[in-house]
């Protein structure tokens, strides 16, 4: 189905500052979760586990008694987990299968999974990875999410498509150990059990005999790229991250009573002590990298030593949590598990560190409606006469400010009929206005949201800010009840009864929703005229134009004695010989000649 059958977006902005060259098909994850028991953050103690909400977002308390504001304090990473955005997963199908990702043209689709997702249980959680074709590293890089499309039966979901051609294997250590990519490097568990992860689900080992063994991965490289996210519960033991079944490829332990990292990646001789110290009970982001000649390790994102030398990576079989010689066993937690047959770049490594460990490679715009009003009047502007089909029709210097989803939800169709008739019975609905603003060369449409000044702006003759004022009211074109035919229904729209029931019949084969249609018609077409205008003096008036009101505003109106609180519905500047003139009308619209020679040739029908 088409995106405009989503109903919801949010945008997504990848921080440049957090990539140090620009790089290709890069896998950003993002994390939604929902929780209504959760309580919200204070400054108080807190014990490991402890779940708080903060601002947007869902934090986990990682090291006891912490006082830092989880998402705002600097290095609040040390002490929180991030469990992912606040969201309503009830917009959603319960697979998931109507969320889909599109690059910044919010039109080109990009490949994602869904690497956990849980709709029926509180905590509701989601966890998906999307493909970023170019992630640049000189300015921020944007793609968006769209989802809510309850009639949606095409799974949008391209794992595979998600990681590109250098991973050998990805596991996300959940409930599945299948491998997320096309080469089907699916694990074999040996007593490993789930548990709660850094991102997501992880799986726990128990020091003693648990493992998980990936058969005939069958690698043969010169180059190689083995990235982890682990959590060590101890220092006592020989605790194995992993092992192959070729002793001089890549095996990681850390040793006896001391919390080091042993790596054998360029023969049995060749190691890189490294003490981590406070790391212990913490998640860490481990990324080994081998380019031909020099080995690196990273450790949350520091290149903490490097080996040089020649040798060609092969190994059939991969040991994750064990040394499958002695037996020896890792007593933790492993989360995240990447093999690329290529030395990934710092860059990447820097990005996968800001990714999948302190949570700031991007950040997760607010949800915005794509069926409200405001996005609506936008959508039809860009369609018609900014980025229609029929190219002749577009206005090349006419750009649209971008759109935040406000207003009403509603569907609107409209077919052969003039554009602005049709924005004002869309806009109509909020008692929203629209402007096109000149800068230079350039013009801008924007949506009017009003702004309700009643208590603070007055206009009246009596306080010298309002002249010449005249009150127009007619009610000749008013209706209240709404006989309608759409595409395959019939209906009704409406309340009243007796002698305040007006009908009107209206017939609109493009669309069966009779309510939003015949909402659109009362208020934007069949309304009650009274209109309040005005010269208003520029000198000595205390409201000042564009800084106390402006077009869309409600404000208070005293007219003979009586006192209005209504909308500036009309703007006229005069620029002439005589200086600046304003004029105003306050109330609704008065109707023109072009509507009531509309409405004549609609009553010949």
Not at 220 to 246: L, R
Request: aromatic residues 12%.
């Amino acid at each position: 189905m088409a995106l405009a059958d989503y109903g919801y977006k949010r945008k997504i902005i990848i921080d440049h500052l957090k990539v140090d060259a620009t790089e290709t098909n890069y896998p950003a994850m993002s994390k939604f979760y929902s929780d209504s028991s959760v309580p919200a953050w204070t400054s108080s103690a807190y014990v490991v586990g402890n779940i708080v909400k903060n601002n947007s977002g869902y934090y986990k308390c990682a090291t006891a008694s912490t006082a830092k504001e989880p998402g705002v304090t600097a290095s609040w990473q040390d002490d929180w987990i991030w469990l992912g955005d606040e969201f309503d997963f009830t917009k959603i199908q319960s697979d998931g299968k109507d969320i889909r990702f599109t690059a910044s043209d919010e039109t080109t689709l990009l490949d994602y999974e869904r690497e956990l997702i849980e709709t029926t249980t509180e905590p509701y959680q989601l966890v998906m990875h999307v493909r970023i074709p170019s992630v640049s590293s000189s300015v921020d890089t944007d793609y968006y999410m769209f989802y809510n499309n309850p009639d949606e039966t095409v799974d949008g979901e391209n794992k595979t498509g998600v990681w590109d051609s250098n991973f050998v294997m990805v596991q996300h250590m959940g409930d599945s150990l299948a491998d997320s990519t096309i080469n089907g490097n699916d694990g074999t568990n040996y007593g490993t059990t789930v548990v709660d992860g850094l991102n997501g689900k992880a799986r726990s080992f128990d020091g003693v005999d648990d493992y998980i063994k990936v058969n005939n991965i069958g690698f043969n490289s010169s180059e190689i790229s083995v990235q982890y996210n682990i959590n060590i519960k101890t220092d006592t033991g020989k605790n194995y991250a992993f092992d192959t079944n070729n002793e001089r490829d890549p095996l990681m332990k850390y040793e006896d009573n001391d919390p080091s990292i042993v790596i054998w990646g360029l023969g049995v001789t060749t190691y890189s002590p490294y003490t981590q110290g406070s790391k212990l009970n913490l998640w860490t982001n481990y990324t080994l990298k081998y380019n031909g000649t020099t080995e690196g390790l990273y450790i949350n994102n520091v290149n903490v030593d490097s080996k040089t030398g020649s040798e060609v990576i092969n190994f059939t079989d991969l040991w994750i949590g064990e040394c499958y010689l002695l037996g020896y066993s890792l007593n933790g937690y492993i989360n995240e598990v990447r093999i690329s047959n290529i030395a990934r770049s710092g860059a990447w490594i820097k990005a996968d560190d800001a990714n999948l460990r302190t949570w700031d490679l991007q950040s997760i715009g607010v949800e915005v409606a794509t069926n409200a009003t405001e996005y609506l009047a936008k959508v039809l502007v860009e369609d018609n006469i900014i980025s229609a089909t029929d190219t002749d029709r577009n206005v090349s210097i006419l750009t649209s400010t971008e759109k935040l989803g406000l207003g009403s939800v509603q569907t609107f169709e409209s077919v052969n009929e003039p554009l602005l008739k049709a924005l004002e019975k869309l806009l109509s609905v909020d008692d929203y206005g629209h402007k096109i603003t000149l800068d230079g060369t350039e013009l801008t449409y924007d949506v009017i949201v009003p702004v309700d000044r009643t208590d603070s702006v007055q206009f009246s003759n009596k306080i010298f800010n309002l002249d010449e004022a005249t009150r127009t009211q007619s009610s000749s074109n008013y209706k209240t009840f709404v006989y309608f035919e759409g595409t395959t229904v019939t209906g009704t729209y409406g309340t009243d009864t007796g002698l305040n029931r007006i009908e009107v019949f209206v017939k609109d084969s493009s669309t069966d929703n009779t309510t939003d249609r015949s909402k659109q018609e009362l208020n934007g077409r069949y309304y009650k005229t009274d209109a309040i205008d005005g010269k208003i003096r520029i000198v000595g008036n205390p409201f000042k134009y564009k800084t106390d009101y402006d077009l869309g505003d409600y404000v208070t109106v005293i007219f003979d004695n009586e006192v209005f609180e209504v909308q500036i519905t009309e703007v006229t500047e005069t620029y002439d010989n005589n200086g600046f003139r304003l004029d105003l009308t306050f109330g609704t619209p008065r109707r023109d000649f072009a509507d009531m020679i509309t409405d004549i040739r609609e009553s010949e029908k």
